[in-house]
């Protein structure tokens, strides 16, 4: 069998419309370590969630683009491991699409973070 690109265009648009109530639209960050792995359904130690800000962005054939915005009030004082993409709303806790795990950063109350993230659909 084989994925088509049109079935990669079509998976790419239903991850970032609101077609629907299953659709990514929130990042999340925390302060937890481990390894991202394929079963996650959170993140280690989520403290901030926010929805994603603007539109995705489908310029780019097979992917989307999300962006997030955290103020600099809201990351004051923390230690960011680790964000996530979540399925629609805040209150769908353990609808994880996406965590990614890094190296420590430290927020002072002066800094604001910007998190871009791309996800894309191969044909084959």
Known sequence: MVFTNYGAQALI????????????????????????LIG???LVNEFSRIQITGSPDFTTARKVTFTADF??????????????????????????????????IVF??????????TIEAIPG
């Open 13 to 36: 648009w239903r991850l970032g419309s609101a077609l629907g109530s299953v659709y990514v639209d929130t990042f999340a960050v925390g302060s937890g370590s481990g390894t991202a």
């Open 40 to 42: 996650n359904t959170t």
């Open 71 to 104: 103020a600099s009030t809201t990351l004051s004082g923390t230690q960011i491991l680790e964000f996530g993409l979540f399925q629609s709303g805040p209150a769908n806790i353990g609808s994880t699409w996406q965590r990614e795990g890094f190296g420590s």
């Open 108 to 117: 002072d109350g002066t800094s604001e973070l910007q998190i871009i993230s």
